[in-house]
């Protein structure tokens, strides 16, 4: 098969890996020159039998979701769709999104994984900014409540660049007018690759259209979005041999089996379970468990049905699952990973000691740097740390102000760059040159230090920071503070501006149930008994019914920011 040692994208706005970088990474074997769906079809080659992705109603074998897979990417061929193609997904978690993925890899596309909670501005900015000339939604089998395909019709109707419209339908269901629906792409696909295999088609069908397609693992095989409270979202090009690196390593570092079922808890097209449930149980040849409702419910049932060996959740659901009353059905879980925002300290003990299972603590981001603790890293660790870098070719530092390195222990910012981190946004010079530096170093935004012992302990983004009269407080730290108070479920903390101090601390909480309130003197007095100094101490405390989220349910402090204005 032909090695690829350069980009041969042609994307505009799109910056490749320089090729000394992938001289160097295919050299170290930290790249294997693998696609996304030459992952799949060395388990359906090797174990066809195996479960490779159960949805609530169906289980398809590694065999299935490679001649599925395959049938799609030829009815996409067919209508004229091939390399260099972006194009947007916006599917929940269903067994159609894996298919439809693998398609897109299949035929050379690059989709760009929308998530389910995103809404008309974000899908018509999405369009825009890739030029999408394809866009796969849920045509109502999963979520009857939101109309997804009508959204998806008023934006295509106004975009130039959209040719073609796919809806997953219910059973039985006509897809609607000027719509192909996955199912019978998947029967057509398959249907011209039997012709073709028999001889009985011209030269001309779509599986020959296939069959001269080699796909360059060195070129975006997706666009992740960044996510953030504020603004639309960034475009974040990965290549199939970038995310692969991830996927094999985080794989090892959580001690995935073949035989493992891993349960997505959160969308997975959002870089955590992507890269923490789909890719490792892919790249292993183990199950992945999707379920399109992601409430406790539904992820617990999901649990269960599949005696789920994994699962990725952010800390509020962690905590609305140790509230759920469910350890009889979490006694199956041989590891939970949860990140994506601070784990506190208190919630990964009680999960641990409760659970009795091994943790990872993720610090992970679409941008691609990913820092974790080990399921059988030490109590401490796990708590009190987001552990280490992930892959052996991961390159990592800790910067000041100035861009020069802090002292061992120091806080500064994360600076990172590797075979497993992007090399720059989509169609976005600016975003580029204030993030990237020569070298393609990325700056993350993110406060760390890195302790004696080679752990990474985590402070908040740069702009979580309140300054209090010249002193620095870490908006993450003060939550995790507020959690300890036994009345407390949920925190966020935000800077409230001050004509005199600059910024005090504002804290809005979720009392844990039964509790009637709680008044910023009880917090005050609490964190004083803590120990906690005056400054870091909330100086207003607003109590909500339910934190704001942001789309992929993590704590929305820009929200909450304004509560205090
Ligand atoms: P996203 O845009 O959803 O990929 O979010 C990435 C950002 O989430 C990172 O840059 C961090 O600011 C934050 N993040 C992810 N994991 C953690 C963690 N374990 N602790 C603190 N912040 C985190």
Not at 22 to 44: I, P, S
Not at 237 to 264: K, Q
Not at 298 to 305: G, L, N, Q
Not at 394 to 416: F, I, M, N, S, T
Request: net charge negative; proline share 7%.
């Amino acid at each position: 098969m032909a090695r690829f040692e350069t980009s041969t994208a042609e994307i505009d706005g799109y910056r490749p890996f320089p090729d000394e970088r992938v001289h160097e990474y295919l050299d170290a074997g930290y790249w294997h020159g693998d696609t996304f769906h030459d992952v799949v079809d060395r388990h359906a080659a090797e174990t066809p039998d195996s479960p490779a992705v159960t949805g609530p109603d169906r289980t398809l074998t590694y065999a299935e979701l490679a001649d599925r897979s395959r049938a799609i990417a030829a009815a996409f061929r067919a209508v004229g769709l091939g390399p260099d193609d972006l194009v947007t997904l916006y599917l929940p978690n269903c067994v159609e999104f894996v298919e439809v993925f693998l398609a897109c890899s299949r035929a050379g596309l690059a989709p760009a994984l929308a998530l389910p909670r995103h809404r008309e501005r974000e899908i018509r900015h999405l369009v825009d900014l890739t030029g999408s000339r394809l866009v796969v939604t849920d045509a109502g089998r999963y979520d009857p409540g939101f109309d997804y395909a009508g959204l998806v019709d008023e934006v295509a109707g106004d975009a130039d660049s959209v040719d073609a419209l796919v809806g997953v339908t219910p059973d039985g269901a006509e897809p609607s007018e000027g719509w192909h629906d996955v199912e019978s792409l998947a029967t057509e696909g398959a249907s011209a690759v039997a012709e073709t295999a028999a001889g009985t088609a011209p030269g001309t069908g779509p599986e020959d259209a296939l069959a001269d397609l080699t796909v360059n693992p060195c070129n975006p095989g997706l666009l992740m979005l960044s996510g953030g409270t504020s603004g639309l979202p960034k475009a974040i090009p990965r290549t199939h041999n970038d995310y692969i690196y991830l996927w094999e390593h985080i794989a090892a570092a959580m001690g995935v089996e073949s035989d493992w079922s891993l349960v997505a808890g959160l969308p997975v097209p959002h870089s955590f379970a992507f890269g923490y449930v789909l890719g490792p149980a892919l790249w292993t040849g183990a199950e992945v468990v999707v379920e399109p409702r992601l409430k406790p419910g539904p992820v617990v049932e999901a649990i269960d049905r599949a005696d789920g060996d994994l699962t990725t959740l952010i800390p509020k659901q962690l905590i609305d699952f140790l509230e759920a009353d469910a350890d009889d059905v979490l006694a199956s879980l041989q590891v939970v990973c949860s990140g994506g925002q601070k784990v506190p300290p208190e919630v990964t003990r009680r999960v641990i000691e409760r659970w009795d299972v091994g943790f990872c603590h993720v610090f992970g981001m679409g941008e691609g740097a990913q820092i974790i603790t080990r399921p059988d890293d030490p109590l401490d660790i796990q708590a009190e740390t987001i552990g280490r870098p992930v892959g052996p070719g991961d390159e990592v530092r800790v910067l000041d102000e100035a861009g020069r390195p802090v002292e061992r222990g120091e806080p500064g910012e994360l600076v990172v760059r590797g075979p497993g981190v992007f090399t720059g946004y989509l169609r976005n010079p600016e975003a580029n040159a204030a993030d990237f530096e020569d070298g393609g170093w990325f700056h993350t935004g993110d406060v760390v230090a890195e302790r004696a012992d080679g752990n990474y302990e985590v402070y908040g983004r740069l702009d979580d920071t309140i300054n209090r009269a010249g002193e620095t407080i870490y908006a993450p730290a003060v939550e995790d503070a507020l959690v300890e108070h036994p009345d407390v479920a949920k925190a966020a903390v935000v800077g409230i501006p001050d004509p005199e101090l600059g910024e005090r601390v504002g804290a809005a909480v979720e009392l844990v149930e039964g509790v009637d309130g709680l008044s910023v003197e009880e917090v005050q007095n609490f964190f004083e008994d803590q120990g906690h100094a005056v400054y870091r101490r909330p100086e207003q405390l607003v109590v909500l019914d339910e934190l704001p989220e942001t789309q992929v349910g993590k704590i929305d402090r820009g929200d909450v920011e304004h509560l205090f204005d």
